[in-house]
């Protein structure tokens, strides 16, 4: 039977393009295709691609990409764009592979499910995205398929591209007929990324069956957008299928073992090559090449990747393609830590075999033996229909990117009628452990002739189209769980992927595996089990047929509240029954009026209540009894206490607790909960009571606490020195000089300086009593690269024998590098406590009985932190400011830890941790917000035992920002600024001045003035600071304004201005003064004669037809001022 194998992995169409870093790709036209990245987002990029005569097709800014077309003979132009950091191949992908219907609508139970349940999916809306849909009107003909909804093709997608798309319409179709199906045509990961973010704001179900060659790590740009899209909190969708991918054959992994020199097996260069076989008995000379059988006219892509950290690989290995007798057919050989682009742990190469079917080779090199043992990942793949296969095979681990996907269900393949899954079918878990494939559906089976995958569709991508049509089954069942009828996107989302899996059929072998996830899907199994588990609220009375009351006592397991109607608010005649064990409930939009009882609602153990409003209550609104229960996007309002916390191991999450009369949160003795994400505000009594003899409470953050960490303990930024690079250099010599700043101050007499050449380090000298350094580095080599103090920068020059550079050394400190700072308004997860009685109290205890109370990174605003504990609040004794940030300090006597507020006007965020060392603390170079002048801290012993809030230590204000001339300039920067105001200056020394976090230039200061040079920066506006002799930073709030254009300011009357852009034409260069009224001069002074344009002359008479680069001009303006809006200066 042939395999349909065209996986839409997208793996690989030309060589490069397996990872965006190879040549673009040329058309006919000499246009090239390629793949735009940036190391910054600014509002300026497009204009600049478009000067650069880019031809924009999808823009992504969210993850620094554009996609277009660009002439070959402007690529260097393209290259030279203002923060560009790559241009290259889009990644293209690859694509996995009616009287005909698949057997999996009877193997799956999706025939039995519409019989017995009336369904067939109408009402819900699916979208499938793959690469084509050739044949499509051919199957609507024989009535295999359906007319689509929509048809759209997204960047340099076409839908007459493949034929795979109408495959998988066919069997949605089968199994779900009265289904609404939409589809989207991709060819790069930009095209995925913009289909998915279309389809997810209109559909409910999507299904593809893309991968890219990119680790299975869930950190790829595709992955990351398909999981934002599937997490976003407004947006329809309710479920995403995927492929898994047929590579389970094709791939293989394995930690480094060293085997022969690469000489001894053709290659050229030095290095040992990776032994697959250790045996010595297989393989190319004695196992030193992985192996798979070629047919003339391959197209062969092999990828390589290894676990250093992406963006920072400094580990060197090569891939090679051999022939059987030494013969090296292609390489890939990039340095990986040398250059942009170049710090990616992956190597990649493509090849067609034009000879005889025959036996080759993929060999791994050590180049030079400088790399460090990692684990690899290695894929082979062929652009046709026949998949490779590795002669040394790794099934486990075998997805790829996009399969990954966090919260998208992943569907492995399972022949039809075997019960096992399919020797081909991606295997996992992902590279950072996560289980996956979550469930399976048959492949193998019958589609119409339409397409080439007639007459049996084989593949990930035939079973994942299976997943999407029970699916649709089961939305359309029960409508209560799409986005039309409101409810918690998130729970809905989780609901529907637990009803598949948990009621999934499982297969061999037993119970959840890395092969088929939970089992075969079953639709039959699917629906009945929801039939009997869920039960729809959808009246607001208090007791009846389909009421709260009603729904609780009806044994059901989940709870969904209807929003087909405008009343949803259930006045409570009497309480309701305790909420049983194992109750979800999603409530999103409705309220219970507990006006009437003592206790709105009580929860059970394990209970989730979601997205319920519950107000009034005389008692609490909410009542934990139970253990291990969970508590999301609930409001509480009004009530006696808001939730009151009986139970052991309660979430909090997400939730507003406001105007309780007693407390907000009242945490019960032998009770233990965590609070995060939530807003507790205006109670009348504590925000969070935490009563005597309770256990463990976490009020904050769920995830890791940050400390401040020393040097030491930071992974080296660079290669360590390897042993090969202590040999004896050969070649001319390259010196660099130059000064040394650190955190916008010259650098002391012993700061460090090391030189690398291609990653090895090669000079390490000490900077001198000037701020300078000199080092002499002898070659041949490519590139150098720097360090000061052992932090990295982004600067590099290139290799010259002979050559001799300057230049300046602009680094951070490694403390100011690290600090645990959050920018922002508040850690992900952090509490906002505001305006209540008192913001977190602990009354006292007879005796030491509590558990932990671990109370970090929230928000206070006009709140205290009120902790009865044998723990002695900390004292601040010193609060200061260098350039480099914040110096505070103080005692915690008995403590071990101390948690930083920093902030201003009574609010006061979570900044900084830091350990205790025999008492003392001190935060040394901290980046907090430059404006706060209030502080407080709290201490914990490393029991997480918290001391009480320390008195605020208040810091006065040093000065005040009256003027900053002009407030408006360019991204460029280096425009001279005048900031004037009082206690901005003293006589002795002057100010330290910076925009944003970037440092500026002063020119001169007296003490009500300062002038600066401004720094580079991306448009928007920026905050100034200036620090005077260690007080509080003098701030200016958004005072200055970047823009990637010059605002030239025309007054009524004479101008003398300059032309900043390139030769224009004057009718170009003043389109910004239409409507104006104005005369422009410009000497000439070859003709030694004027040269005029006016808006009031005959275009005859103007004889100043184009403004060159940096041309001065005499502008006469008639009326009101006006801004000339040129380019940047170049």
Known sequence: MRRAFLFLALVIAVAASLFGTGNPTATAAERLHVDVRFDHVDSGIEARLVEAGFEIQLAVPEFGRWQGWQPRDRLDELRAVTGVISVSTPLYAKLSAGDVLTEGDELLNAASARNRFDVDGSGVRVAVISDGIIGLDAAIQADEAPRLHEAKPFGDGRIDRGEEGTAMIE?????????????????????????VNYFAQRVDIIVDDVSFAYPANQRSDVSINTTSAVRHPDWPIRLYVTAAGNWAESHWSGTWQAGPDGTQVGLSSPGAVHQFNLAGDAGLFFGAGNGFNVEQDDEIRLALFWDDPWGRSTNDYNLYLVSGVGEVLASSVIT???????????????????????????????????????????????TGRRQLRLSHQSPEGSLLAQSDAADALTVGAVNAGRQVVAEYSSRGPTVNGIAKPEISAVDRVSVSPSTI??????????????????????????????????????????????????????ILPIGPDPSTGAGLVDANAALEYSNSRIAVIESIAD????????????????????????????????????????????????????????????????????????????????????????????????????????????????????????????????????????????????????????GNVSIGPDTELPILSQASEQPPPIAELKSAALRPRSGLSHSVSGSVSID???????????????????????????ASFRATVTGPGGELRFAVDGVPLNQRVAFEAGASTTLTLRAVSRHRLIAADRQGEHIDGANLIHNNLVGIETPAAEGDVHGQRFIWGNVMYRNRINLASPLTAPTIEHAGWTASGLVLSGRADGAAIVHLYAGTDGRRRYAASIPVIEGQFKFEHLDVDRVASEFSAIAFTTESRASPESDVHHVPEAGSIVSVTPDVGYIDGGETIEICGTGIASNASAPRVWFGNAPARVLFWSTECV????????????????????????????????????????????????????????????????????????????????????????????????LKHDQALWILLEGEEIDWLQPAPE
């Open 171 to 195: 069997i949605v179709h089968d199994l779900a007929p009265g289904a609404e199906i939409s589809f989207g045509a991709v060819y790069t990961d930009l095209d995925h990324i913009a289909a």
């Open 336 to 382: 990986q830590g040398v250059g942009v682009g170049q710090d990616q742990p992956r190597e990649h190469l493509t090849y067609t075999h034009t000879g005889e079917a025959t036996v080759l080779f993929a060999v791994i090199q050590n180049h030079n033996n400088d790399a460090s043992p990692v684990n690899f990942d290695l894929f082979v793949f062929q």
């Open 453 to 506: 995958f007639g007459p049996h569709f084989s593949g990930s991508s035939a079973a994942a189209p299976h997943v999407a049509g029970v699916a649709a089954l089961l939305l359309e069942a029960h409508s209560a769980l799409l986005a039309a009828d409101g409810g918690s996107p998130l729970l809905e989302r989780r609901l529907i992927r637990d009803i598949l899996t948990d009621t999934a059929q499982d």
């Open 543 to 694: 007791s009846g047929h389909g009421t709260f009351r009603a729904a609780i006592e009806s044994g059901a397991s989940i709870l969904l509240f209807a929003n087909q109607s405008d009343q949803r608010t259930i006045v409570l005649d009497s309480e309701l029954p305790r909420l049983p064990p194992g109750l979800t409930v999603d409530g999103a939009g409705w309220i219970l009026d507990a006006s009437q009882v003592e206790v709105g609602l009580q929860l059970g153990d394990s209970t989730e209540l979601w997205g319920l409003s519950v107000v009034g209550a005389r008692e609490a609104g909410i009542v934990v009894a139970g253990s291990g229960s969970r508590l999301v996007n609930i409001t509480v309002d009004g009530n006696e206490t808001g939730i009151r916390v009986d139970g052991a191991d309660v979430r909090i999450e997400r939730s507003t607790v406001i105007r309780g009369v007693a407390a907000g949160i009242e945490i019960s003795p032998g009770a233990s909960a965590s609070v995060s994400g939530s807003e507790i505000e205006s109670n009348q009594g504590p925000g969070v009571r935490i009563l005597a003899g309770a």
């Open 744 to 770: 916008g101050l010259p650098a002391m007499p012993g700061n460090r300086v090391d030189v690398y050449l291609d990653r090895r380090l090669a000079a390490s000298v000490r900077v001198d009593h000037r």
């Open 1011 to 1106: 002038s600066v040079q401004t720094p580079r920066s991306q448009a928007g506006t920026a905050d100034i600071a200036l620090l005077v002799n260690g007080s509080r930073p003098v701030v200016a709030i958004d005072g200055f304004e970047y823009r990637a254009i010059r605002a030239v300011s025309l007054k009524p009357g004479r101008n003398f201005v300059t032309w900043t852009g390139s030769d224009t034409r004057v009718t170009t260069a003043f389109s910004s003064l239409a409507g104006a009224t104005f005369r422009a001069y410009a000497w000439d002074a070859e003709r030694q004669q004027w040269q005029i344009f006016s808006t009031d002359l005959p275009a005859s008479l103007n004889t100043l037809r184009t």
